[in-house]
């Protein structure tokens, strides 16, 4: 008898993560060497011609390859976006094809690992793809759930990315305990209250022990934009004068700081927009500079610098980042002092929802037994000291930060199709 197989697929704002299973078990997929993680990354190399994925794509573009880099895809989910196309070489692909592309690929992976076609899933979605638009948020979904269709899954399962946090914890435990899941990903913060228990686990209806749902559209994007607009962007001008004494216009920096808008900027109408401020600027060298990494198309490379010093400040209290590949002599020194000012407002609007959570829940922050955190961002400076503050009677407890929703899709897809 042939093992039926079937996937658990958490698609990333930042990275993405795959479980499969059959009735001997589930396991993480190497989706990238060894890694069981992949950046949600495209690269299209119109120098070879050739479609990169992953970290093997983000190396291409650093390098130095012709083409298009594409990164936080699922930010374009429920947004005007998902309805046009980006010009791509000589060709224009719409972004709903570019995602399937990228679906299409995990699914790949996934049946190179198992030797045999898969077409179950349950995928994992955030509590809100849109804040506050419903109708949004529904469209989200059911572009996704199509996106997926497209390319060959027939039995389409949606689970929210926190709840499928909370079955990874689940099995680690030994008694029944009242949960609020942290799920902290790149693009949305995801929280849910839910009941676990050992014997719970084969239950096959869990409605009754989801207690609470919610979320917010920040994450580690938002963080990458934040410490940018803090440190490297005032390298090129921004919150700079005009001769008139109005502002340096906002919107540039803020699309050279979010991964997936970086493209709209390496535009000849954008260039021009940018080269039109120089005759009112009396200090003219940081346009310049902004507008040499327009012309060289180097965005990506400096938000991609800025994740780093975001991350290397979980655990040093300062780093320099290198960007003398872009103009000799630049560097920049970025400190957790200045980490904090970018992002501790976004963190306390992070944690006020988590205590939304419990509120709806029907509870109070001392009946919560534990704090699951998964989510790389949840290994920022002061994120945890936070959520202690608001649940100082509560056991934080870490999952594995990229891979413990994918663990749980698993699991979730294990219950629905076996």
């Known amino acids: 008898m042939v093992d039926k197989y079937f996937c658990g697929i958490d698609f990333g704002t930042s990275n993405s993560a795959m479980s499969v299973g059959s009735a001997n078990g589930t396991s993480l997929v190497p989706l990238e060497e060894s890694h069981v993680t992949?950046?949600?990354?495209?690269?299209?190399?119109?120098?070879?011609?050739?479609?990169?994925?992953?970290?093997?794509?983000?190396?291409?573009?650093?390098?130095?390859?012709?083409?298009?880099?594409?990164?936080?895809?699922?930010?374009?989910?429920?947004?005007?976006?998902?309805?046009?196309?980006?010009?791509?070489?000589?060709?224009?692909?719409?972004?709903?094809d570019i995602i399937g592309m990228f679906i299409g690929h995990i699914k790949k992976q996934g049946e190179i690992h198992v030797g045999a076609e898969i077409s179950d899933v349950v995928m994992g979605r955030p509590v809100h793809f849109v804040d506050g638009d419903e109708a949004a948020d529904c469209r989200a979904q059911t572009e996704l759930e199509a996106i997926a269709r497209a390319q060959g899954f027939k039995n389409i399962h949606f689970e929210y990315e926190p709840l499928a946090a909370a079955r990874d914890?689940?099995?680690?435990?030994?008694?029944?305990?009242?949960?609020?899941?942290?799920?902290?990903?790149?693009?949305?913060?995801?929280?849910?209250?839910?009941?676990?228990?050992?014997?719970?686990?084969?239950?096959?209806?869990?409605?009754?022990?989801?207690?609470?749902?919610e979320g917010i559209h920040i994450g580690g994007t938002n963080f990458d934009q934040k410490?940018?607009?803090?440190?490297?962007?005032?390298?090129?001008?921004?919150?700079?004068?005009?001769?008139?004494?109005?502002?340096?216009?906002r919107a540039p920096?803020?699309?050279?700081?979010?991964?997936?808008?970086?493209?709209?900027?390496?535009?000849?109408?954008?260039?021009s927009e940018m080269k039109s401020l120089l005759p009112l600027l009396e200090e003219r060298s940081m346009i310049e500079r902004f507008i040499r990494i327009q012309e060289t198309q180097r965005g990506h490379e400096i938000v991609g610098k800025?994740?780093?010093?975001?991350?290397?400040?979980?655990?040093?209290?300062?780093?320099?980042?290198?960007?003398?590949?872009?103009?000799?002599?630049?560097?920049?020194?970025?400190?957790?002092?200045?980490?904090?000012?970018?992002?501790?407002?976004?963190?306390?609007r992070i944690v006020a929802v988590a205590k939304d959570t419990v509120d709806k829940a029907g509870l109070k922050s001392d009946q919560i037994n534990a704090i699951f955190m998964t989510g790389g961002s949840t290994g920022l400076?002061?994120?945890?000291?936070?959520?202690?503050?608001?649940?100082?009677?509560?056991?934080?407890?870490?999952g594995d930060r990229f891979s413990s929703v994918a663990k749980g899709l698993g699991l979730a897809a294990a219950d629905q199709f076996l």
């Not at 790149?186 to 022990?209: E, N």
């Not at 940018?228 to 216009?249: A, N, R």
């Open 38 to 96: 992949i950046p949600s990354a495209i690269f299209f190399n119109t120098e070879e011609n050739q479609t990169s994925f992953g970290r093997k794509g983000m190396k291409e573009y650093l390098v130095g390859y012709e083409g298009r880099l594409l990164r936080s895809l699922k930010s374009v989910l429920g947004s005007e976006l998902i309805s046009e196309a980006t010009q791509v070489g000589r060709r224009k692909l719409p972004f709903r």
């Open 381 to 398: 400076p002061g994120f945890e000291l936070n959520i202690r503050k608001a649940f100082a009677s509560s056991q934080i407890q870490y």
């Open 253 to 271: 920096y803020l699309e050279l700081s979010t991964w997936h808008l970086i493209n709209f900027l390496y535009t000849q109408k954008a260039i």
């Open 306 to 348: 800025v994740e780093e010093a975001k991350i290397a400040l979980s655990e040093n209290k300062k780093h320099r980042i290198d960007l003398s590949d872009i103009e000799q002599g630049w560097h920049k020194e970025i400190t957790v002092q200045s980490l904090h000012k970018a992002i501790d407002g976004e963190i306390d």
């Open 227 to 249: 410490l940018s607009l803090e440190t490297v962007m005032k390298d090129l001008g921004y919150q700079t004068k005009l001769k008139s004494g109005l502002d340096m216009p």
């Open 169 to 213: 914890y689940e099995s680690t435990i030994g008694k029944e305990e009242i949960v609020l899941v942290f799920d902290i990903g790149g693009g949305t913060s995801d929280f849910s209250v839910v009941r676990l228990s050992p014997s719970a686990k084969k239950k096959a209806d869990r409605q009754k022990d989801i207690l609470a749902n």
